[in-house]
């Protein structure tokens, strides 16, 4: 049933479907879907979080009854989906047009939805009732996409055994012969290549379709019949939305990525907010009223990076400081890994003419107990 030692081609393998079968290929081929996953997401640092996904499923066993070519792609079943808690998260990088989905409507969904989502596509099941229909993942550099969906929602499309072959269009372009600047070409250029030009790209919902699109011009090429029939689904697509009866009842359309509301989109949003964190920063306070509390990148950074001091009482050497620097770095540390403290005490001055002070550090670093108006307290504040 598995492919991975079968020399056919990434193409050869979605030909199969349209017009040129694969000699002796195994009759699970026949039955089939082919699913287009993308995901977007937001990074920072270590910070990965998936904002978008999209989906695009064809099912070839209805091909037979399609007019012409273009119904491949007017029959698509188009997902468009932001996760509700990543929604705010936006990439400084331009061109990130997460409310610019082209091909019908964006939900909003739950991290919840999001994995009841993938399991309805992955998991359909075949027309005699019994066991799940097979699935050719389709995209465009997928592994990445695939990896990010186990880490941000606990999902391992590989768990659910129906994938029987992973195809990807960077690849199918290399197998045609599609020249490219880069090893591995981009989608804007792959489409350009095709005569397609797009400015809502890095959108999963538009990614995904041109995604499905160039892999139907990939494996028809170069005949320019299915090429044309392909490009007009396109733009019908755009225009009427699909043709597939979505019975979809998840998620919401209308959500305000800064105040939470159900009842109006962020651009029309007049709600007052407030982060609490970035009020009390005083280098964050500026933009304390941009974002709620809960969508804070910077506590969101503090949260997922926790390093064992973050959980401890700040640093009350710092925390005292009257250096500005010190002070906003005191909740960043605990008093014993002071590098301030350990900076003094390296210093040659203060080893050879304040052997005191030195002395004081040390006491105070090795006392659990120490308080503010202790003893060392005194010392310390000569500094
Ligand atoms: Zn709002
Ligand atoms: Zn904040
Ligand atoms: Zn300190």
Not at 57 to 81: C, R
Not at 327 to 335: F, G, R, Y
Request: proline content about 4%; glycine content about 8%.
């Amino acid at each position: 049933m598995y492919f991975a030692q079968s020399l056919a081609g990434h193409t050869d393998i979605l030909s199969h479907f349209f017009g040129l079968p694969l000699p002796h290929a195994p009759a699970a081929l026949d039955d089939a879907i082919i699913i287009g996953l993308d995901a977007e997401w937001f990074t920072r640092g270590e910070i990965k979080h998936v904002t978008e996904l999209g989906i695009a499923i064809l099912d070839p066993t209805n091909h037979h009854a399609y007019t012409d070519d273009s119904e491949l792609v007017k029959f698509m079943e188009v997902f468009h989906a932001r996760i509700i808690p990543n929604a705010h998260l936006v990439n400084r990088r331009a061109g990130a047009h997460a409310d610019k989905f082209l091909f019908g409507t964006t939900k909003f969904i739950t991290l919840e939805e999001a994995e009841q989502l993938l399991t309805q596509a992955f998991c359909r099941p075949k027309a005699n009732g019994y066991g799940y229909r097979p699935v050719i993942l389709l995209g465009h550099a997928v592994d990445n996409d695939t990896q990010l969906l186990q880490e941000n929602f606990g999902v391992d499309l590989r768990e659910f055994g129906t994938i029987i072959k992973t195809i990807d269009t960077q690849i199918m372009a290399e197998e045609v012969g599609v020249q490219s600047d880069s090893p591995l070409i981009g989608l804007k250029d792959l489409l350009k290549w095709f005569g397609i030009q797009e400015k809502y790209l890095h959108t999963a919902g538009n990614d995904i379709v041109y995604t499905m699109a160039v892999a139907l011009l990939l494996s028809s090429y170069p005949d320019m019949d299915v090429g044309y029939a392909i490009y007009r689904g396109l733009e019908e697509l755009k225009v009427n939305g699909t043709l597939v009866p979505t019975a979809a009842s998840w998620g919401i359309t209308v959500f305000c990525t800064k105040c939470n509301s159900t009842s109006h989109m962020a651009n029309n949003c007049s709600v007052g907010v407030t982060c609490f964190k970035c009020v009390q920063n005083p280098r964050n306070a500026h933009c304390a009223h941009t974002h709620m509390t809960e969508k804070c990148i910077a506590m969101d950074i503090e949260n997922r990076t926790p390093t064992p001091d973050s959980r401890a009482d700040p640093c009350t050497l710092c925390m005292m400081s009257g250096d500005f620097k010190r002070w906003s770095k005191a909740q960043t540390h605990v008093m014993e890994n002071c590098a301030w403290a350990r900076r003094l005490l390296r210093g040659p001055s203060q080893r050879t003419s304040n052997g005191l002070e030195r002395s004081a550090v040390l006491r105070a670093q090795s006392s659990t107990q120490w308080g503010g108006g202790s003893e060392e307290w005194v010392e310390f504040r000569r500094w």
